[in-house]
């Protein structure tokens, strides 16, 4: 009995050293040498492709699957995304250092049998109807993170120029101005098809995919086709990539990548099959995709007809099709919406605002926050988080005209905050409430605020135009290009002093020294804490990840 025991605890503290070593290994990796690894190797897999050198592509696609610094990343990567605390069919999670040095230590093809998807739905904004979501296991997750960023490179090269969905380095923004480009003068096309692909993610061809997609079929196979459970039934899926997937973005985007070629091969050239300079796109076509969803512009109702047909012929062959009740044709002075904005024309003047979908959704959004979540909240936390809010919503739409729906916003904040004050305060009288919860700062009255924080003017944010991404840039060929394109970034939508506290870092993170992106989840540190002495100023302040900072602060509880 004694022997058992002993044998046991043995054990016990075996495992427990292992554990202590593994978690050492992780926190010591040095990861601007990890990502500096796999660039290398993705910048090759880029010149390959560029050269049309296959075989060599196959090659460094190996080669970077079996990194050991490429693991790594996909692991961290799984770890650190929103979807970090969502487990698949097994209920794993991996929360420590050691269990996710373990998986990186475990990650590989030989063998491999990915394990059924956890189906959820989830709620489409204003419909009934529910989206399906398929949540891979972690160990799944990081086996598709690590070979997307294999088949990243392939996907970049050979990507249309006019797609900027799930890409490095594109946005949102970048569409908004490519279209702004395409519909604003005064010759520009006047007809728009409004494309919208009928259960894109859930309808792709396997068969398709396999045939098509440069990658390890095997391992392909097994992303595609395996399966997921719902109510402990076991479904097969016959096709389409799962919503939930890492790489599934990446195999939508190469799956709809050729539709611009079709288009310019039939518009852009004359009849014997080569573009002529004198007419060069006469029929005004142009296409503008972000993921699943695109315009197509044309000088006439007749073109954008030909043009569908085109493209749901070209869709067909990828097991495709246009949903009929979303896709249509609509003239600009109609104007239509696309991306949470609206693209109209008044006068001959192109104005692009945030949508009427998009403005009622962030007034649920905020009443939401504060009429229901904020019931038991102190005025504080109420206004860290709708600041929270505010800065996403207005960074997103800070690029249009969007003076008045900020306004707006403010007016309605005003509203709903009232409604909580007195909820809180039911007894009260107005005058109370209104000199308890707003004050006057410096040249302001009403201001929602407490001596510590205080809430966000919406209407004081600045207007500041994007400046549109090259369309023949890409991440491996042109580094410095984006590099500075982050940093610009920051420098425009940041003001006062964190605009100071970015250009200090030079757009970098404080911990681990990569550029950052202004959309990135970030912190501010404060390189001597408030609580020995710091100050709330510039010089001791920093940008950092938020999953830089969750490292550096689990080595410190470590000290």
């Not at 002993?6 to 075996?14: K, P, Q, R, V, Y």
């Not at 988080?385 to 690029?399: D, E, F, P, T, V």
Request: hydrophobic content about 35%; glycine content about 6%; charged content about 25%.
């Amino acid at each position: 009995m004694n022997g058992n025991t002993s044998t046991a605890g043995a054990f016990a503290s075996e495992r427990l050293s292992d554990a202590a070593a593994l978690a050492g290994q992780w926190k010591s990796i040095d990861w601007n040498h990890a990502e500096a690894e796999v660039n290398r190797l993705q910048v090759r897999i880029a010149k390959a492709i560029q050269e049309k050198q296959w075989n060599t592509v196959k090659r460094l696609q190996y080669l970077l699957t079996h990194s050991y610094y490429a693991k790594l990343l996909a692991v961290r990567k799984v770890t650190t995304n929103k979807g970090k605390n969502t487990s698949g069919v097994d209920k794993e999670l991996w929360t420590t250092p050691a269990s996710k040095m373990r998986a990186a230590l475990s990650l590989t093809d030989k063998g491999y049998r990915a394990k059924p998807l956890r189906r959820v739905y989830i709620d489409k904004k204003g419909k009934k109807a529910k989206r399906p979501l398929g949540i891979p296991t972690m160990y799944d997750r990081a086996m598709q993170a690590l070979y997307a960023l294999a088949l990243d490179p392939v996907s970049e090269v050979t990507a249309d120029t006019k797609s900027f969905g799930f890409r490095k380095g594109r946005c949102c923004q970048d569409a908004c101005e490519y279209i702004f480009t395409a519909l604003s003068r005064r010759f520009s096309p006047e007809w728009v098809l409004e494309g919208d692909i009928k259960g894109c993610f859930d309808h792709i061809s396997h068969e398709w995919l396999i045939e098509s997609i440069p990658m390890d079929k095997s391992v392909l196979k097994q992303f595609l086709k395996a399966g997921f459970v719902f109510e402990n039934e076991l479904f097969p899926t016959v096709d389409g990539t799962p919503q939930g997937g890492v790489i599934s973005p990446i195999l939508t985007n190469m799956t709809l990548d050729g539709m611009q070629k079709v288009l310019q091969d039939r518009f852009h050239t004359n009849r014997l099959g080569k573009v002529d300079i004198r007419f060069k796109n006469a029929h005004k076509v142009n296409l503008v995709r972000y993921a699943d969803d695109f315009i197509v512009t044309a000088a006439t109702k007749e073109i954008a007809e030909e043009a569908k047909e085109l493209i749901c012929d070209f869709l067909k062959t990828r097991g495709l099709e246009l949903s009929e009740e979303k896709t249509c044709i609509t003239h600009i002075n109609d104007g239509f919406d696309m991306l949470g904005w609206t693209f109209r024309k008044f006068n001959g003047k192109l104005i692009v605002k945030p949508s009427k979908k998009s403005i009622h959704a962030f007034v649920a959004s905020l009443s939401e926050t504060i009429l229901t979540r904020g019931k038991a909240w102190k005025q504080e936390v109420l206004i860290e988080k709708l600041n929270q809010q505010i800065r996403g919503w207005a960074n997103y739409h800070q690029s249009v005209v969007a003076s008045e729906a900020f306004a707006h916003i403010d007016y309605v904040l005003y509203e709903l905050l009232w409604r909580w004050a007195k909820r809180h305060h039911p007894h009260k009288g107005k005058w109370w409430v209104s000199t308890n919860y707003w004050h006057r700062k410096g040249n302001r009255n009403w201001v929602f605020s407490t001596d510590n924080v205080e809430l966000l003017r919406v209407d004081h944010i600045p207007i500041v135009r994007h400046t549109k991404v090259r369309m023949d840039a890409t991440p491996y060929f042109d580094t410095q290009y984006f590099t500075d394109r982050k940093f610009n970034h920051g420098m425009k939508r940041l003001s006062g002093r964190f605009r100071l506290v970015w250009k200090n870092q030079n757009g970098c993170c404080y911990h681990c020294e990569l550029p950052m992106e202004i959309s990135d989840e970030r912190e501010i540190f404060f390189k001597v804490p408030k609580s020995y002495g710091g100050k709330d100023e510039v010089p001791n302040m920093a940008y950092v990840h938020k999953h830089c900072q969750q490292l550096y602060l689990e080595r410190r509880s470590k000290e």
